[in-house]
């Protein structure tokens, strides 16, 4: 399979330099030439496979032209050790647990994935490769996880000083080996910025190895794409895959673009909701047809705090920038501090689910956009422990903190702290080449 960047100026790329670059040169996002249809077979017989093999089969059509079926397979069991179980909330609404990972997010399948696809691509190639990531709260924490003692592998996380909560930030800052945590004066995207500022700059790139595991990067976003698929699969089992809705929660728009790969793949969505925060520049977009980002605000659902999207534009590939087609396949809808606090306390008080910040967003637009008929489906994308504070408070009661978070509160912060001047942080990045003798390399 090639590749190619959604500025149309970078083409015909392999998919082990798309994923070991992340970003193309003409500073675009890479997406493949094609995306391939999955037979009717598949489709008909989802509802008796497991999620190893569900995953594999759509693993194999985005990747199995470039990488071996016995590697693939590998990747992918490696990739899901942990299920993604379906819970019926309420009538004709079900909550799609992504949060059973080693770090309680969403963004453990994407990270776990990459890791071992970047491992596979850069084995033998001699160099230390450096993964750059910007976070506003889950992706620092299962990309760091993900990444820990990967060999040949140096991560370094940015991650906007005050604004993520206090157990997503020692789930990075705790681990130390090959993760630096660098906190940064400023906001998500401001730390989306500098990593994009980093892989433009011709003496870095001519200095370090670098590459990106944020969504930014096809290997980190395409396996998110295996969440959908499983959610029809089993969904299909309860003979209630007909007229199905999801709702995805939306920060970089990641998570959703890989949603409309799956559709694109021929799972049979009728359509999707971007759940958004007041951070809504392209719930605005759906209304409008006028795409206009701005600077991050910060909300209680800290993680969708993102005021430019890359991700956007990708989608705008998948539709040829056509407003109309867009709004076929995406409706929008987006929800204030207030209105997240009032879903989590009214749907916990009503149905005893607990919601986190961000599955409220989506849970808010399930219940409000189903039509008649429709079964509705909603992203639940992290523990609500992993914003204890927040839930307590709306609740005014304790929550219960999981021992796979219990490990983390203990260690102690190591960051580095820096502004938010591109100056500074390309600095600090060429001091640390000075240290790459000492690392250990493929």
């Not at 299909?236 to 793949?265: D, H, I, Q, Y």
Request: one cysteine or more; charged letters at 20%.
């Amino acid at each position: 399979m090639k590749y190619h960047s959604t500025n149309g100026i970078v083409g015909n790329i392999n998919l082990d330099e798309a994923v070991i670059k992340g970003l193309a040169a003409d500073k675009g996002l890479f997406m493949p030439e094609n995306i391939k249809q999955l037979p009717d077979e598949f489709f008909e017989r989802i509802d008796k496979m497991s999620l190893d093999e569900v995953a594999y089969r759509v693993a194999d059509a985005l990747f199995g032209e470039d990488i071996t079926a016995s590697d693939l397979k590998k990747i992918v069991s490696e990739t899901l050790s942990f299920n993604i179980p379906l819970v019926c909330v309420k009538e004709n609404i079900f909550a799609l647990e992504l949060f059973h990972g080693p770090t309680l997010a969403f963004k453990d399948v994407g990270a776990r994935f990459m890791a071992r696809m970047l491992r596979h691509f850069i084995k033998g190639r001699g160099s230390r490769v450096n993964v750059l990531v910007a976070t506003s709260g889950d992706t620092g924490s299962a990309v760091a996880n993900g990444f820990l003692n990967v060999e040949g592998v140096h991560v370094y996380i940015l991650y906007p000083k005050g604004k993520v909560s206090d157990i997503q930030e020692k789930q990075f800052t705790t681990l130390g080996h090959n993760i630096t945590a660098l906190e940064i004066d400023g906001c998500f995207d401001d730390c989306q910025a500098l990593v994009k500022s980093a892989f433009m700059d011709e003496e870095l790139t001519s200095k370090m190895f670098l590459t990106s595991a944020n969504s930014i990067n096809l290997a980190r976003l395409l396996p998110q794409s295996f969440y959908y698929f499983w959610a029809y699969a089993q969904l299909k089992s309860m003979g209630l895959e007909r007229e199905l809705v999801v709702s995805v929660p939306c920060g970089n728009f990641g998570n959703l673009t890989a949603a409309l790969f799956a559709k694109r793949m021929g799972l049979p969505i009728k359509r999707f909701i971007a759940a958004n925060n007041s951070n809504d520049v392209v719930y605005n977009y759906l209304q409008t047809g006028k795409y206009n980002p701005r600077p991050s605000v910060a909300t209680i659902a800290n993680a969708m705090d993102v005021g430019s999207p890359s991700n956007f534009a990708r989608i705008m590939t998948l539709y040829n920038a056509d407003h109309a087609s867009v709004c076929a396949d995406i409706t929008g809808a987006a929800y204030n501090d207030n209105q997240i606090a009032e879903a989590i306390e009214k749907a916990y008080k009503e149905t005893g689910y607990l919601l986190d910040p961000h599955g409220a967003c989506a849970y808010l637009a399930t219940n409000e956009g189903l039509g008649e008929g429709e079964t509705g489906v909603f992203l639940e994308t992290a523990h609500p422990a992993k914003f204890k504070e927040t839930i307590e408070s709306i609740l005014q009661q304790e929550i219960q903190i999981p021992d796979a978070l219990q490990k983390f509160i203990s260690g102690n912060k190591q960051t580095v702290e820096l502004s938010g001047s591109f100056k500074e942080f390309k600095e600090y990045l060429l001091k640390e080449v000075l240290h790459e003798g000492s690392e250990i390399y493929y």
